[in-house]
T-cell receptor, first 111, second 113 residues
Framework: GQQVMQIPQYQHVQEGEDFTTYCNSS?????IQWYKQRPGGHPVFLIQ?????EVKKQKRLTFQFGEAKKNSSLHITATQTTDVGTYFC???????????FGPGTRLSVLP | EAGVTQFPSHSVIEKGQTVTLRCDPI?????LYWYRRVMGKEIKFLLH????????ESGMPNNRFLAERTGGTYSTLKVQPAELEDSGVYFC???????????FGSGTQLSVL
């Protein structure tokens, strides 16, 4: 079936520490997207990766798409309390008709 | 430009009642998706419209759920009759192209008592 897995499920870090979440798809993806949902909020698009091996940076966030286009990672350097939330990866299946989200990694940042 | 709008933001109903959720996508977005998040867990796909046509409804849990998008503009998701396990946050999202960036609404928090 169409599955997108993420680890870890939860991560608690001290402010200033780094954080990484990993995403794996059961099949090759045409692209992978990352979203962030703050507590009580709705998912907000962060980035889309399309090319094999692609690496993109947004300030303290680094996103990577695996060579086989089946896995991805999000790394946050020197976390801040504003980074708190759940990070989801998502990928299109069935020619984009079915957009599947991973279970998310919930990040807590202790001040 | 207005974002994706969902109504109501909260709904509390009793088991066996009917509830209708509404989603207004961003103007010009042909692709409309419904998702559900239960108890803070995964964002589960329900179905996908392209204009007024259902492209993929493989995520719809059962025939108590009915989604429509007449005219290809706004969409409704009706739950009839509601069961306790239907509680959760129902999100609508739209995009210009299938598989591309999704814009989410603020969601409808449904509580079935």
């Amino acid at each position: 079936g169409q599955q997108v897995m993420q680890i870890p499920q939860y991560q608690h870090v001290q402010e200033g520490e780094d954080f990484t979440t990993y995403c794996n798809s059961s099949t090759t993806l045409s692209n992978i997207q990352w979203y962030k949902q703050r507590p009580g909020g709705h998912p907000v698009f962060l980035i889309q990766l399309v090319k094999s091996g692609e690496v993109k940076k947004q300030k303290r966030l680094t996103f990577q798409f695996g060579e086989a286009k089946k896995n991805s990672s999000l790394h946050i350097t020197a976390t801040q309390t504003t980074d708190v939330g759940t990070y989801f990866c998502a990928g299109p299946f069935n020619y984009g008709q079915n957009f599947v989200f991973g279970p998310g990694t919930r990040l807590s940042v202790l001040p | 430009e207005a974002g994706v709008t969902q109504f109501p933001s909260h709904s509390v109903i009793e088991k066996g009642q009917t509830v209708t959720l509404r989603c207004d996508p961003i103007s010009g977005h042909d692709n409309l998706y419904w998702y559900r998040r239960v108890m803070g867990k995964e964002i589960k796909f329900l179905l996908h419209f392209v204009k007024e046509s259902k492209q993929d409804e493989s995520g719809m849990p059962n025939n108590r759920f009915l989604a429509e998008r007449t005219g290809g503009t706004y969409s409704t998701l009706k739950v009839q009759p509601a069961e306790l396990e239907d509680s959760g946050v129902y999100f609508c999202a739209s995009s210009q192209h299938p598989g591309r960036k999704l814009f989410f609404g603020s969601g409808t928090q449904l509580s079935v008592l």
